[in-house]
């Protein structure tokens, strides 16, 4: 079957470093993407890997090993407005996008 | 450049009604994905239209049916509503009909649907 694994919750402290883990199971695949999505609003898109190795957007950069059937969201420099659900999706061999439930992040002055 | 648009934001239906909901995609994408939201749960993808053609559907049952305009709008229509159904409506545009494109998706603010 199809499957992504996410931690349910994580907290962390203004400033600091954040890793969200992420391991996924699916018929083929076709990359990985990260999208926010904060309490009551839709989900917006963050970034996505197709090949190995790490893509970095300023303060988030994403990982990926598809060996290993895992990847990773790494947020530096926390900011209040990081509070937020974090959902991992692995777009599987019809590029249909198979979703986490999202890790809740809580950020803590 | 607009984003996309969601209607209606919340509504209340009871169980056996039937419910229209609708979309209109960002300018200049092509494609619209519907998916379904529970409280604590990531999106469940429900189906895919691309060019007014069903481009891919997900594991949810025939009374979940929907329709895209020339225009690129979309509908999601469900019929013989269950309390189950109660959930968050994700609309998204992207696009491209295929290829990593249409997974980098615009998400609609959704419609929050309550089987009653």
């Known amino acids: 079957g199809q499957n992504i694994d996410q931690p349910t919750e994580m907290t962390a402290t203004e400033g600091a470093i954040v890793q969200i883990n992420c391991t996924y199971q699916?018929?083929?695949?076709?990359?990985l993407f990260w999208y926010q999505q904060h309490a009551g609003e839709a989900p917006t898109f963050l970034s996505y890997?197709?090949l190995d190795g790490l893509e970095e957007k300023g303060r988030f950069s994403s990982f990926l090993s598809r060996s290993k059937g895992y990847s990773y969201l790494l947020l530096k420099e926390l900011q209040m407005k990081d509070s937020a659900s974090y959902l991992c999706?692995?777009?599987?061999?019809?590029?249909?996008?198979?979703w986490g439930a999202g890790t809740k992040l809580i950020i803590k002055p | 450049e607009t984003g996309v648009t969601q209607s209606p934001t919340h509504l209340i239906k009871t169980r056996g009604q039937q419910v229209t909901l609708r979309c209109s995609s960002q300018?200049?994408?092509?494609?619209v994905s519907w998916y379904q939201q529970a409280l604590g749960q990531g999106p469940q993808f429900i189906f895919q239209?691309?060019?007014?053609?069903?481009?891919g559907r997900g594991n949810f049952p025939p009374r979940f049916s929907g329709l895209q305009f020339p225009n690129y709008s979309s509908e999601l229509n469900v019929n013989a509503l269950e309390l189950d159904d109660s959930a968050l409506y994700l609309c998204?545009?992207?696009?491209?009909?295929?290829?990593?494109?249409?997974?980098?998706?615009?998400f609609g603010a959704g419609s929050r649907l309550t089987v009653l």
């Open positions: 999706a692995a777009s599987d061999s019809n590029y249909q996008l198979i």
């Open positions: 890997n197709v």
């Open positions: 699916t018929s083929g695949f076709n990359g």
């Open positions: 239209y691309y060019r007014e053609e069903e481009n």
């Open positions: 300018s200049g994408h092509n494609t």
């Open positions: 998204a545009s992207s696009l491209e009909g295929g290829g990593t494109g249409a997974n980098v998706l615009t």
